[in-house]
């Protein structure tokens, strides 16, 4: 029997265990580790699919410089060169390193200690600027530390589960699922969800509250003083444990009822509920997420959640709390080894002089930075005007994922000295970059990781190395060496750097500090091998270790007292006349990020094949679109062409694009193009959900869907998204122009020649619609099909895209391709909901039709839900809807 590895997922910060054992014919099974304490065995529809991304086809295999291969010494030679050369020429601030919270802890200490240590500067920074700043900035303004105070069995645990700007059932699913679990158990347990968007996750909601974007901060401060007014505030801990309160609630004087209604765009009745709920019970958690975080002033949302704990004194006790879920699998590790570039390692404070001096002391270090250096969108700002003149990117793709991000390409561009480390050879970033240095990636490296719980995990190699790919903290350490700091870098194995990190976090810390793991600085290589997930702190001598932080107060202040924070209405944002609707931007359920890995598994590219644009009803009248017509959405900075989505789940005025769709996927989907570059003042953290925009019909003369055995060729195509399918590929496509003419339309798709390859070509026309179809065999075996259509094109897509599963040794079956549809009258299956079982939604709206009423019943008749779960809120979506439309 194979040996199976017991790892963590890649992906997001749920952190679940997973165990990965290579097959004899070189596929990975995966299956959820029942011991972990994050997830108990379970996996969500992405973790489930991790041994479909391990393809290695489309992986960057070898040191390349200009676009040449060369060797790992030419490669490292020149970043260390060039990296001097700039250093000594213009000083340690003309160079940059932009990391990401998908490297591992050990990649991470070692890229902010040379940076900050040695290079003497502390431009570093990190996609969780993106992602977490404004939750770190919280977080230290109320606790005078950055920590998350409770863990994932408080949500369990509480009787109100308060679900703020997250969605939780798409982008933590697995604690979702046990959110889920234990409201059924007690079904007394609450939850609301405050969310723009009736999302997948208001189905566990007994209270959704669609607010207006970027209302948080008021419908929290109308809490504290609601909270104030019916006596349910906790004045022995305000006055034992905090400061600050008067100040807070005569700042939240001015949000009354009126007020509040102006700025969330709720109805006073769910606002009064809400506020009832919350004052009335005890076990509070507030879980929140991105759209708290990635706003103008995500940071006083951070703070008007964390208020309202403060003043029940909710907070350090089982099921109560403020919960920061975080996004990447080490978003926190990277804050633990101080990332981002206002922060010191191991959550000590760059501006604290004591705090400098002690990590100098501990590193030896020669030349310590001794101020902030540029927060990510300063970061590329600087780059594009010059200040930065080297700038050296790891597992992060800015060119999709940061603000205005056709100027983050223009500043790659013109910058003298891009280096990219990454593990695929083809991104958005990547394609600017004089070096590309290949990782190891997921499977193939080896180190820790972080979860929003403070659980430190273990990611194992259970894969060789392939080719020349090497560990991120390999490079960085070589690099450092041929600087001249070898002494301070002679790590050998990724164990090395842990201790070290372990030892500087125990490091004359004595309490001071909140992040302490010193119980491990001397772990031997084999218990390190063997380490089991932990929750931090666990210093040395610690035992048990504590569970919570704050139980008995204790905050990181220099009074021990955790702090209000008084906040102040935004006052109303300039309208724009020109972008009069808001573009809020986000996840899919089965994507990750830019796509690198999930865009490779055709079960997670099944479930959204194409990028879209959720827009409400009443908007679409207006506008004239129509479902399923292409749209235009434009910003001051960008636009993007995608689907629309027509559907009440959305706010009016409120426009949704996912994150997901890069130049790699689509013609003209990157939506952070649109996205402006406007960051909150404290956290610097851009406001990636409240974007003016405008919105139009895309005009299409001739629209297509068509499925290749090979990549398309998408030239001269208006519109194209691409997806993987078993055995090939899936295309959308549109041109402005009328009909193209359809066979060498087709034959340029397919990459076909004229007539001497072989091909076979089917055609039909319908002359009353005027639509093409067509599909080209190699004697039996298909090639591809493609269908034209003036207007969106109505063919049964999975049955399509399941085509090449199929044998067309049967003339009959060949022209069914054509035709577009089987030979019995088989329902199209609809778009994919359960990846796992590869069950569409008009399979499931049959059964509910049929009678399954329950996502049980759906389950055993379809077996749909069944395996990982993360469709189980879309069925549960199927079933409402069904029962609504009963009723009607
Ligand atoms: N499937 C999937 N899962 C993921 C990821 C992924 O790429 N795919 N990425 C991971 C990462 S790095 C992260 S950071 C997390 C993010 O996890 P989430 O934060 O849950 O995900 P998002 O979709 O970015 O945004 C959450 C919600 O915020 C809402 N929102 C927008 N504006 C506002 C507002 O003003 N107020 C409120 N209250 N809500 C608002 C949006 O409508 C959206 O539904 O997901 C992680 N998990
Ligand atoms: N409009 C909008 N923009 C957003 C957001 C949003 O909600 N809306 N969310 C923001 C958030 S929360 C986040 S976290 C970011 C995410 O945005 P990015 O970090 O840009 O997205 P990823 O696709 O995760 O990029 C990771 C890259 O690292 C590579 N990689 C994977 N593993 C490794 C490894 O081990 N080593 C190396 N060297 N490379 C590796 C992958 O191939 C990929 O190219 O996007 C942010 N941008
Ligand atoms: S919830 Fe899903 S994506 Fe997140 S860690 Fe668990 S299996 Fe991975
Ligand atoms: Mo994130």
């Known amino acids: 029997m194979a040996e199976t590895i017991r790892t963590t997922c890649a992906y997001c910060g749920v952190g679940c265990g997973v165990l990965a054992a290579p097959q004899p014919d070189g596929s990975v099974a995966i299956a959820g580790d029942p011991d972990h304490p994050a997830n108990f065995g379970r996996l969500c529809s992405k973790g489930s699919a991790l041994g479909e991304t391990l393809a290695l086809d489309d992986r960057l295999l070898h040191p390349e410089i200009g676009g040449r291969r060369v060797s790992w010494d030419d490669a490292l030679g020149t970043v260390a060169d060039r990296f001097r050369e700039t250093i000594d020429r ?224 909710r907070l350090g006790q089982p099921g109560m709390g403020p919960f920061s879920v975080t996004g990447q699998p080490n978003a926190m590790g990277g804050r633990e080894v101080g990332g981002l570039a206002n922060m010191l390692a191991a959550h000590m404070a760059l501006e604290d002089p004591g705090h400098r001096a002690l990590v100098q002391r501990f590193w030896n270090a020669p030349r310590m930075a001794d101020k902030p250096g540029l927060k990510a969108v300063e970061m590329f700002n600087a780059v594009a005007d010059g200040r930065i003149k080297a700038i050296w990117i790891m597992a992060t793709n800015p060119v999709d994922s940061l603000p205005d991000a056709d100027a983050v390409a223009q500043a790659l561009r013109d910058c003298p000295f891009v280096v990219v480390s990454d593990v695929v050879a083809k991104t958005d970033t990547i394609r600017h970059a004089d070096v590309k240095l290949p990782s190891t990636g997921w499977g193939e490296k080896d180190g820790t990781v972080t979860n929003s719980e403070r659980r430190i995990s273990r990611q194992r190699a259970f894969l060789p190395a392939p080719d020349e790919a090497r560990a991120d903290w390999w490079q960085l350490a070589e690099v450092a060496r041929r600087m001249g700091f070898g002494e301070a870098f002679a790590y050998g194995t990724a164990a090395d750097i842990f201790r070290e990190h372990a030892a500087l976090s125990a490091f004359e810390n004595d309490g001071k500090r909140d992040f302490d793991i010193g119980a491990y600085q001397d772990v031997p290589d084999a218990d390190y091998r063997d380490l089991r997930p932990f929750q931090w702190p666990q210093g040395r001598g610690a035992q048990p270790a504590q569970k919570r932080f704050f139980t008995n107060g204790g905050f990181f202040t220099a009074d021990g007292r955790a ?165 090939g590929w899936r295309i959308e496509l549109a041109v402005r122009e009328e009909m193209p003419e359809h066979e060498t339309f087709f034959r340029r798709l397919l990459e076909l020649g004229r007539n001497d390859d072989g091909a076979e070509i089917l055609a039909y026309r319908d002359a009353r619609r005027g639509d093409h179809r067509m599909a080209a065999f190699e004697d039996t075996r298909l090639l591809g099909a493609l269908y034209l259509s003036r207007t969106p094109v109505a063919v049964a897509r999975e049955w399509v895209t399941g085509q090449f599963s199929e044998s067309h040794a049967d003339p009959r079956s060949r022209f069914l391709v054509v035709a577009g549809r089987g030979k019995t009258a088989r329902p199209d299956a609809g778009a994919t909901v359960c990846s796992c079982f590869g069950i569409g939604i008009n399979q499931i709206a049959a059964a509910v039709r049929t009678g399954c009423t329950t996502v049980e019943a759906v389950g055993r008749s379809l077996s749909a839900g069944t395996n990982c779960g993360s469709c189980r809120a879309e069925i549960k979506e199927i079933i409402d809807a069904h029962r609504l439309q009963a009723a009607e």
């Open 90 to 313: 213009y000083g340690p601030e003309s160079v940059a390193f932009y990391v990401s919270g998908q490297i591992l802890t050990e990649d991470y200490y070692v890229a902010n200690k040379l940076m900050k240590g040695f290079i003497g500067a502390a431009n570093i920074d990190t996609n969780s600027r993106l992602c977490m700043a404004s939750s770190v900035a919280g977080h230290k303004r109320a606790f005078g530390s950055d920590t998350v105070p409770g863990t994932y069995e408080d949500l369990e645990l509480a009787d109100l589960v308060v679900l703020a700007g997250s969605n939780l059932a798409w982008c933590h699913p697995v604690l979702y699922q046990r959110l889920a679990a234990a409201r059924e158990k007690r079904p007394s347990m609450k939850v609301v969800l405050i969310d723009p968007r009736r999302t997948a996750t208001a189905g566990i909601a007994d209270l959704h509250l669609a607010i207006a974007p970027d209302g948080d901060t008021a419908l929290f401060s109308g809490l504290l003083r609601h909270l104030f007014e019916a006596d349910a505030t906790d004045g022995d801990y305000i006055n034992t444990h905090t400061s600050g309160f008067d100040e807070a609630l005569a700042a939240a004087a001015c949000f009354d009822g009126a007020r509040v209604a102006a700025e969330t765009g709720l109805a006073r009745e769910d606002m009064k509920t809400f506020y009832r709920l919350f004052a009335a019970t005890e076990k509070v958690v507030t879980v929140y997420s991105q759209g708290v975080n990635q706003s103008v002033r995500g940071t006083d949302k951070v703070n008007a959640i964390i208020n309202c704990h403060l003043a029940t004194g």
């Open 563 to 727: 702090r209000f924070v008084a906040l102040r209405p935004s006052g109303a944002a300039m309208a724009d006349e020109a972008y009069p609707l808001t573009l809020n931007t986000g996840r899919v359920r089965d994507h990750w990020h830019t796509m690198t890995r999930t865009g490779k598994s055709p079960r997670l590219s099944a479930h959204m094949a194409e990028p879209f644009a959720e827009i409400h009803p009443e908007d679409a009248a207006r506008l004239s679109i129509d479902d399923a017509d292409l749209v235009r959405v434009e910003s001051r900075h960008g636009a993007a062409v995608v689907r629309a989505l027509v559907t009440a789940r959305q706010r009016p005025g409120s426009v949704f694009v996912p994150m997901h769709w890069t130049a790699e996927f689509a013609a003209l989907a990157r939506v952070c193009a649109l996205v402006a570059p406007v960051t909150d003042p404290l956290s610097g953290q851009p406001a990636s959900k409240n974007v003016p925009i405008r919105l139009e019909r895309f005009e299409a003369g001739c629209y297509g869907f068509a499925i290749c055995a090979r990549r398309p060729n998408t030239e001269g195509l208006d519109y194209w998204a691409l997806a993987r399918a078993d055995g």
